[in-house]
């Protein structure tokens, strides 16, 4: 079982605002909201326990009822320093067993993804605590009384982050010595650190930032609005055999369907690597080969894969945009029974999907009936 500690017990004065900046709008929700979710969307989280200011109890516990946050399972009041409400969280634990992990964060970073938790999960089940963090980028240096004492190798410095996770006997004993000895770490695997503790470094994205002043909420908001554009193209010829004709997930007919050893779906195929390259990944056939050999032939299965994948970049699709260029078939005639193909596969509103087509007049291969080529277009956000 793997068990998310949220840590929402502060205040934020940094944030110079009445109000808790968790309770802060971040593209139209909360900040904690944003956190919550990525949390609740895991798969790989089992429960969660939100550990909250006293004072604004009744707040967070309005927001996990409206976002029916089901996986919550207990709210419990922090403590006086942040090590205080991660104890107050741990304790809150009910029937764990020593080798459950547990997933402690930052209400304040919502730029967590799928893949990190996931990897900090893994780290933490194999090495015993994990830490998320990136190396730092600029030289660091020891300075005291105004002068510098001494310049710390950067190669060996990294800036931890959240989650940290570590197996649950593990941050029992580590949170009860360090009390009984009157320990208090600036982070939760320091005290793991502190009695011989192995931790793992986990590597995440800068973006995984702790939104502490304004000007990180300003930061954050450009984040979330920041679209990425992808292309792919592909294109197939018509087999001579009899094979089911299949374009955007739809049969259109039971034969002159594409020269490929999958279905041959161009528009598939084509979304396929508009995604993979809006996401930094490479074409189908460098991942599709792989499925061909365990006998995947359904296009809708690649796409399952990117999907997957864009998921855990914490990206959703705004648009797509499909141009096809073929004398055969009649596209226009087929459109609206793509587009409702694309809409369940996507999970995007119809309106969100554009598709035009193209005779090509003969001037090409395609235009001349051979084959179809398809040209698509995404945007992600």
């Known amino acids: 079982m793997n068990i998310a500690i949220i840590i929402a017990g502060g205040k934020g004065k940094r944030m110079r605002k009445r109000v808790n900046k968790l309770f802060l709008l971040l593209n139209k929700d909360p900040i904690i909201f944003h956190t919550i979710k990525k949390f609740q969307d895991s798969k790989n989280i089992n429960k969660i326990i939100l550990v909250v200011n006293p004072e604004d109890r009744k707040k ?8 029916k946050f089901e996986k919550i399972k207990k709210i419990v009041d ?30 304040s970073n919502p730029f967590v993804n799928d893949e990190l938790i996931n990897n900090s999960i893994n780290a933490a089940r194999k090495f015993g605590a994990a830490v998320a963090g990136f190396p730092a980028k600029d030289t660091i240096k020891v300075v005291e009384d105004g002068f510098v004492r001494q310049t710390i190798e950067r190669s060996l410095i990294w800036q931890a982050q959240t989650p940290q996770a570590m197996k649950y006997f593990l941050a029992k004993k580590a949170f ?10 600036t982070d939760d695997v320091s005290l793991v650190e502190k009695i011989g503790g ?21 930061y954050a908001n450009k984040l979330v609005n920041a679209s990425r554009i992808g292309i792919g193209l592909d294109s197939h010829k018509f087999a001579d055999k009899k094979k089911p004709l299949i374009i955007g997930g739809v049969k259109i007919s039971d034969k002159n369907g594409f020269d490929a050893n999958s279905d041959g779906d161009v528009v598939l195929h084509a979304l396929f690597n508009a995604l ?8 189908l056939g460098f991942y599709a080969d792989k499925m061909l050999k365990e006998g995947v032939t ?17 990206l959703k699709i705004q648009n797509v945009a499909i141009m096809l260029e073929g004398k055969k078939p009649k596209i226009d005639e087929h459109i609206d029974k793509i587009k409702n193909s694309l809409s369940k596969l996507l999970k995007l509103k119809e309106e969100n999907i554009g598709i035009a087509a193209t005779s090509g007049e003969e001037l090409t291969e395609f235009g001349k009936g051979k084959g179809m080529y398809c040209v698509v277009v995404v945007t992600l956000k």
């Open 78 to 107: 922090g403590g006086p320093e942040r090590q205080d409400s991660v104890y107050n969280g741990i304790k809150a634990i009910e029937k764990a067993n020593n080798d459950d992990i547990i997933v402690i964060h930052n209400g």
């Open 276 to 283: 993979s390259t809006a996401i930094g990944m490479k074409s």
């Open 176 to 185: 009860e010595i360090a009390y009984r000895e009157k320990f208090y770490g």
């Open 198 to 218: 192995q931790v793992k470094a986990v590597y995440c994205d800068r973006s995984n930032i702790k939104i502490t002043e304004q000007y990180d909420l300003a």
């Open 298 to 314: 359904d296009s809708k299965k690649y796409l399952e894969f990117i999907l997957g994948k864009v998921k855990e970049k914490n």
């Open 60 to 67: 967070f516990e309005s927001i996990v009822k409206k976002n």
